[in-house]
C-alpha cells in the first residue's frame, strides 16, 4: 500500500511547527500504523534527515505512551483501539494520512509528535492512593467487596493514562481520567476512608494543571480506548459536591451517599 | 575458572525459618537516621516501584529513574495472567511448601532453595498488601478473591485482573511511589535513562551517570546505595513480547563495572504468542497463558493440512500437549509447551501461512461455560486478538507461536539481592535469583513485589548500618572520568558515517541469536553464532548511522546505545549456553535429550549457578561456578506426564 503522510514537525515545545508532506510505498497492510512510522524513520535517518518523534513502548495498547491524532482523532479510525495496535489496512490504499501530537494547553509540545503529559502524574500524586504504608495491610479476604463494585472498580481502573480523552475534548478537560482514577478507589471500601479529601485534592489539581472544565461533550469517553464511560465524571460531581458539602457542613450532609 | 569468591549469604537454620531469623538479625537503620541517605532506585515498574515508594515510606530519601515518561508505563504494566501467591482461599492443598516445591522443580532444579522458599513465604502479604492499595483483583459472588489455575501447577493460586493483572499491580505500586512523590520522599525522574554506574575508590556502587532523554543532559547522581531494577533482556532476541524500550544497558554496564552476571543462557520463549507475519514486524504480541486454562493446543493429524480449523474434524486433530503430557496437559510448564509446538511445527505440522503456528481454541469451553464467561475471563485478550489479525477467537481458533518473554538469568546477587559490587543491588527480572532454568507463570509479578515491598526495604538497611562510606561528590575524580566515559560512546555513535541504522542491525542481531540461542541451541550453532555476533558488533561500530545531536530529544541515539549493549551480552549469552552442556528448563541442547525428545539434565556436572565476571583486565569473561544444594527437595526428573 501506499501513503501519503502529513506530519507535525516541530523541533522544539517553543518553536515554530508546521506539517512536513512524506510519500511512503509498498507497506504490507498487516503493518502497524506505528511500524509504518518505523519504517518511515529509518529512510529518514538512511537520507539524513531528522527522524519523526513519537511515544511508544509496549505496542500492545497497555502502556499508555502512544499518543498521536490521526485523521482529526485521537489514536485513530478504530474505536477501542491505540494507535500501536491499529493496522494500516484501517486505511484505504493512496490515501492521504494526517498525524498530529496531543494538542491541549496541559501537554506542551516536547517535539514533533511528543507531548509533556506528567500534569497527570501530578493529579495521581494529589490523591490517587490509598494511605496504607508496606506491611500494614490485613489479611485480603478480610473486607469481602461486592463483585459488582469490584468489577466497576477495575473498569474504571483499566485507564491506560494515554491522554486520549484530554486530546479528544474541546475545553482540553481531564475529567475523564481523574473521575476513573477517583471511582476506583471509592468504589472500594479500602479507598473509603480518604474519598473526600481525594475527591477534592484532585479536581483541584487538575485545575492548577490548565486542563479545562468539563461541558458534556462526551468526546473523551469516543475517543478513549479503553471504553471508560462518562459516567464516572457524573460520579465524580457527586463524590466532589458530597466532599465540598462536608467539608463546610460537617459529617452531617455525607450520610446521604 | 574464574576467581570470584562468591558468598550467596545464606542463613543458617531450617529452610522454614531462614527469612524470620535473619530479619531479627539483621542491622537495621533508626528511622530519625535514613532521612540522611540516599538510595537511588533505577527503574519503576514492580519491583523498583515498589522498593522506592517502601523505602521513602521509611523515610529513606529515594530518587528513582524511568526511562519511560511516567513510572506507570513500565513494562510491569502489560503482564497479562496473574500473580501466585501461597494463600489457600480455594481449600486445595495450596501452602508455601507447595508453591516453593513447584517453582523449584518448574525452574527444573535450577535455583536456590532458600530464595525460592523465601518468595513462597512473601507470596501471601503480596497479596494482602496490594488489595489493601486498592488493587482490584477479580472476586467471586460472596465479594471474595477468586483464583485460576496456572501452568505447571496442580492449585488455583494465581490471583487476577481479568487479562491485565501486571497492569493493575504497577497501578498500585504507582499509586503508592505517587503518595511518596508528594510526601517529599522520593523523587522522580522520569525520562531519564541510566548510561553507567559510578563505583567509588572503595570498590562501592554509589550512583549512576544518567541521560535526560527529552533534554539530552547527562547528568551524575550521587548516593549511599544503588538499585537496580531495569528488567530483563529478551529485547536481544529484536522481536519479542518485551516493550519496544526495554533493555539490557543498566545491567551491562553494571557488569562492565564488576557485577557478575548469573545464567545468561537461561531465557524463557512463551508457548502462545501471535505468530510472527512479516520483516516489518517489531514486536510481538502475548496471548495470556491464562488462556490455557480454557484453550486446548492443537494442530492437524496430516502434514500441510490446508483446511481451515472448523473444518477439520474431532478425530483428524492432534491435541499435542493432551497427548504427550496427560497430567498437566495444556496446562504444562511454558518451556515444554514451545518446544512442543517448535517440533509440531518443524515435523511440518504447523498452521497459518507460514507454518510456524498452532491452534488454541476454545470451542469447547464456550460450548461447556458459554461466551459470556469467556468474554468476562479474557475479554480484553480476544479483542487484541481480533485486531492484530482480523479473526474473531470466539469463532475461529487462535493461531499461537512460542516467542521470547522472559529473562531468568541477570545479575548474580546474594540472599540480601546485593551483586558482587557492594552499594549495588537487583531486583525483579533484572536479577537472576528465583527461577532457575525456566519461570512458571504468574511468578514474574510475585517476585517483583517480594523484591521490591519486602526484601529489598530490610537488606539496604542491613547495608547501609554497616557500610562506610567515603565523601562522594559530583565533582570527584572517578564521577567525571564515568561522566566522560558516557559521553565519548554516545559522540562515537553520532560522529559515524555509516550506511545502516541500529534497528537495521538489531534486526541481524535478532535473528542469529533466535537461530541458534533460541528455543534449542547445538554446540555447533553456538559457536557459529558467536563469531556472527562478533563480526556483526564489529560491523555496528563502524556501519551504523545514528544521526542528529545528543543535546535533544534523539531516540536514534537510544536505540544505537541499546543495541551497542546487546551485541556484547548476546555473546555472553551464547558463551554459557555452549558451556553448559545439559538441558534444563528454557536452555535445550540438541545433544542431550531423550529418546522421546524431552530435556535431559546432568545434575553431576551442572548443578550450578554459572556465574560470569570479567577479568582484571577487564577484556575477558571468566566462569565460576556456585554449587546448588538441595536439602528439602528430592532431585528428580522433572515430569508432566
Avoid at chain 1, 136 to 150: H, L
Avoid at chain 2, 581 to 587: F, I, V
Wanted: glycine share 10%.
Amino acid at each position: 500500500m501506499n501513503f501519503k503522510l502529513k506530519i507535525w514537525r516541530q523541533k522544539l515545545g517553543n518553536s515554530q511547527g508546521f506539517f512536513s508532506d512524506y510519500l511512503i510505498s509498498n507497506i504490507d497492510p498487516d503493518t502497524s500504523f506505528l511500524e509504518m512510522l518505523d519504517i518511515l524513520n529509518e529512510q529518514l535517518v538512511i537520507q539524513g534527515e531528522d527522524p519523526v518523534a513519537f511515544e511508544h513502548d509496549c505496542r500492545e495498547g497497555i502502556c499508555g505512551s502512544c499518543s498521536m491524532t490521526i485523521n482529526g482523532r485521537p489514536h485513530g479510525p478504530n474505536r477501542l483501539t491505540t494507535a500501536c495496535q491499529l493496522k494500516m489496512r484501517s486505511f484505504a490504499d493512496g490515501a492521504e494520512i494526517v498525524i498530529e501530537p496531543w494538542r491541549a494547553k496541559a501537554f506542551p509540545i516536547v517535539k514533533d509528535l511528543v507531548t509533556d503529559r506528567s500534569a497527570f502524574d501530578r493529579i495521581q500524586q494529589a490523591g490517587g492512593y490509598v494511605s496504607v504504608n508496606t506491611g500494614a495491610a490485613c489479611d485480603a479476604n478480610t473486607i469481602p467487596v461486592e463483585k459488582e463494585s469490584a468489577d466497576l472498580s477495575f473498569y474504571a481502573a483499566s485507564c491506560i493514562g494515554c491522554g486520549a480523552c484530554v486530546a479528544a475534548c474541546p475545553n482540553g478537560s481531564a475529567m475523564l481520567f481523574t473521575a476513573a482514577k477517583v471511582a476506583q478507589l471509592s468504589l472500594l471500601p479500602q479507598g473509603a476512608p480518604e474519598r473526600s479529601h481525594r475527591a477534592i485534592a484532585m479536581v483541584e489539581r487538575m485545575d492548577q494543571e490548565n486542563f479545562g472544565g468539563c461541558t458534556n461533550h462526551g468526546e473523551c469517553q469516543a475517543a478513549c480506548p479503553k471504553d471508560i464511560s462518562i459516567r464516572f465524571i457524573s460520579d465524580l460531581n457527586r463524590e466532589f459536591i458530597t466532599a465540598q458539602a462536608k467539608k463546610i457542613y460537617g459529617k452531617r450532609a455525607s450520610r446521604r451517599s | 575458572m574464574g576467581t570470584l569468591n562468591l558468598d550467596a549469604k545464606i542463613p543458617d537454620g531450617q529452610l522454614a525459618t531462614k527469612w524470620g531469623s535473619h530479619k531479627s538479625k539483621i542491622k537495621l537503620v533508626s528511622p530519625a537516621n535514613r532521612k540522611k541517605y540516599t538510595v537511588i532506585v533505577v527503574g519503576s515498574g514492580l519491583a523498583g516501584a515498589a522498593a522506592a515508594a517502601t523505602l521513602g515510606e521509611m523515610g529513606y530519601n529515594v530518587l528513582c529513574f524511568c526511562y519511560q515518561d511516567s513510572p506507570r508505563r513500565a513494562h510491569s504494566v502489560a503482564a497479562q495472567g496473574g500473580i501466585n501467591s501461597a494463600k489457600n482461599y480455594k481449600n486445595d492443598g495450596n501452602t508455601v511448601e507447595r508453591l516453593f516445591y513447584d517453582t523449584i522443580k518448574g525452574g527444573d532444579y535450577r535455583a536456590r532453595e532458600a530464595n525460592v522458599y523465601r518468595l513462597a513465604e512473601l507470596s501471601a502479604n503480596i497479596i494482602d498488601q496490594c488489595v489493601a492499595q486498592g488493587v482490584p483483583f477479580a472476586r467471586d459472588y460472596a465479594g471474595l478473591l477468586d483464583t485460576r489455575s496456572f501452568g505447571g501447577v496442580q492449585v488455583a493460586r494465581t490471583f487476577y485482573s481479568a487479562g491485565q493483572t501486571g497492569q493493575q499491580l504497577l497501578l498500585g505500586a504507582y499509586s503508592a511511589l505517587s503518595r511518596q512523590i508528594k510526601a517529599g520522599t522520593v523523587k522522580m525522574f522520569a525520562a531519564h535513562e541510566m548510561l553507567d554506574l559510578i563505583v567509588d575508590g572503595d570498590g562501592r556502587a554509589r550512583g549512576i551517570v544518567s541521560r535526560d532523554l527529552r533534554g539530552g543532559e547527562i547528568k551524575s547522581f550521587i548516593g549511599d546505595v544503588v538499585i537496580l531494577c531495569t528488567g530483563g533482556y529478551s529485547n536481544v532476541y529484536y522481536l519479542s513480547t518485551n516493550a519496544k524500550g526495554c533493555n539490557a544497558t543498566a545491567i551491562w554496564r553494571a557488569f562492565k563495572k564488576g557485577a557478575a552476571f548469573a545464567n545468561p543462557c537461561f531465557t524463557q520463549i512463551h508457548p502462545t504468542c501471535i505468530p510472527v507475519s512479516g520483516d516489518y514486524q517489531s514486536k510481538l504480541t502475548l496471548m495470556s497463558e491464562s488462556l490455557r486454562n480454557d484453550g486446548r493446543v492443537w494442530v492437524p493429524k496430516k502434514a500441510g493440512d490446508k483446511r481451515p480449523p472448523n473444518e477439520i474434524p474431532e478425530d483428524e486433530r492432534d491435541y499435542f500437549l493432551e497427548r504427550r503430557y496427560p497430567s498437566f496437559g495444556n496446562l504444562c510448564p511454558r518451556d515444554i509447551a514451545s518446544r512442543a509446538a517448535k517440533e509440531r511445527c518443524d515435523a511440518g505440522f504447523g498452521v497459518g501461512s507460514t507454518g510456524f503456528g498452532v491452534y488454541l481454541d476454545f470451542h469447547d469451553s464456550i460450548k461447556k461455560v458459554g461466551k459470556d464467561k469467556i468474554a468476562e475471563r479474557y475479554g480484553n485478550l480476544f479483542d487484541m486478538y481480533k485486531e492484530l489479525t482480523d479473526e474473531d477467537p470466539y469463532d475461529v481458533p487462535m493461531r499461537i507461536y512460542p516467542a521470547p518473554h522472559y529473562t531468568m538469568g541477570g545479575l548474580w546477587v546474594d540472599y540480601n539481592l546485593m551483586t558482587t559490587i557492594p552499594g549495588l543491588f537487583a531486583g525483579g527480572e533484572a536479577n537472576f535469583s528465583d527461577h532457575g532454568a525456566n519461570r512458571l507463570g504468574a511468578s514474574a509479578l510475585m517476585q517483583g513485589l517480594a523484591d521490591g515491598y519486602f526484601i529489598l526495604p530490610l537488606t539496604i538497611g542491613d547495608y547501609l548500618a554497616g557500610a562506610k562510606l567515603s565523601k562522594l561528590s559530583t565533582e570527584s575524580s572517578v564521577v567525571i572520568d564515568t561522566e566522560n566515559q558516557v559521553k565519548e560512546r554516545l559522540n562515537r555513535l553520532l560522529s559515524n558515517k555509516g550506511k545502516r541504522t541500529a534497528s537495521d542491525f538489531h534486526r541481524e542481531l535478532g535473528r542469529i541469536v533466535w537461530d541458534r540461542c533460541g528455543m534449542s541451541r547445538s554446540a555447533g550453532g553456538l559457536r557459529e553464532a558467536i563469531k556472527m555476533i562478533s563480526d556483526l558488533g564489529d560491523r555496528y561500530w563502524r556501519d551504523v548511522l545514528v544521526g542528529g545531536t545528543a543535546f535533544d530529544l534523539n531516540q536514534q541515539l537510544e536505540i544505537a546505545g541499546r543495541v551497542a549493549d546487546f551485541f556484547e551480552l548476546a555473546v555472553l549469552m551464547c558463551v554459557d549456553a555452549l558451556e553448559r552442556e545439559e538441558s534444563c528448563g528454557g536452555h535445550f541442547r540438541e545433544e542431550y535429550q531423550t529418546a522421546d525428545g524431552e530435556a535431559l539434565r546432568d545434575d553431576k556436572n551442572f548443578s550450578h549457578v554459572s556465574v560470569w565476571s570479567l577479568n582484571e583486565a577487564n577484556e575477558q569473561c571468566e566462569l565460576t561456578k556456585e554449587p546448588l544444594k538441595f536439602e528439602n527437595v528430592s532431585v528428580a526428573t522433572r515430569s508432566y506426564k
